[in-house]
């Protein structure tokens, strides 16, 4: 624990001690991919043969995005663009019309 010097009203010092304490961060495990998403990754290989040659996990990132934002890329509400070793996502116009 620490010691903090405070003043009071009357110009006076008075230690005080902190508890506060400073945890390490977790480490979060990276799990081996399961058979459900080896299946999508297969299937997005399949359709969008323009990600061909990016990693496993930059297509899964990309998954992972635009399932949080309520898009399928097989409704063509949004596009996967290879990009630098990674994957841009582009929203298609008809996403904000309807």
Same mark, same amino acid.
């Given at each position: 624990?620490?010691?903090?010097?405070?003043?009071?009203?009357?110009?006076?010092?008075?230690?005080?001690?902190?508890?506060?304490?400073?945890?390490?961060?977790?480490?979060?495990?990276?799990? $081996?991919?399961?058979?459900?998403?080896?299946?999508?990754?297969?299937?997005?290989?399949?359709?969008? $043969?323009?990600?061909?040659?990016?990693?496993?996990?930059?297509?899964?990132?990309?998954?992972?995005?635009?399932?949080?934002?309520?898009?399928? $890329?097989?409704?063509?509400?949004?596009?996967?663009? $290879?990009?630098?070793?990674?994957?841009?996502?582009?929203?298609?116009?008809?996403?904000?019309?309807?």
């Amino acid at each position: 624990m620490k010691e903090k010097t405070l003043f009071n009203e009357k110009t006076e010092i008075i230690k005080v001690e902190d508890k506060t304490e400073i945890k390490p961060e977790e480490k979060t495990e990276i799990k $081996p991919l399961d058979n459900e998403i080896k299946e999508k990754l297969k299937y997005i290989k399949l359709i969008f $043969p323009h990600l061909e040659n990016i990693k496993d996990e930059e297509i899964i990132k990309a998954l992972s995005l635009a399932k949080y934002l309520d898009l399928d $890329p097989l409704n063509q509400e949004v596009y996967f663009v $290879p990009f630098r070793g990674s994957v841009k996502l582009i929203t298609s116009y008809l996403v904000y019309i309807l």
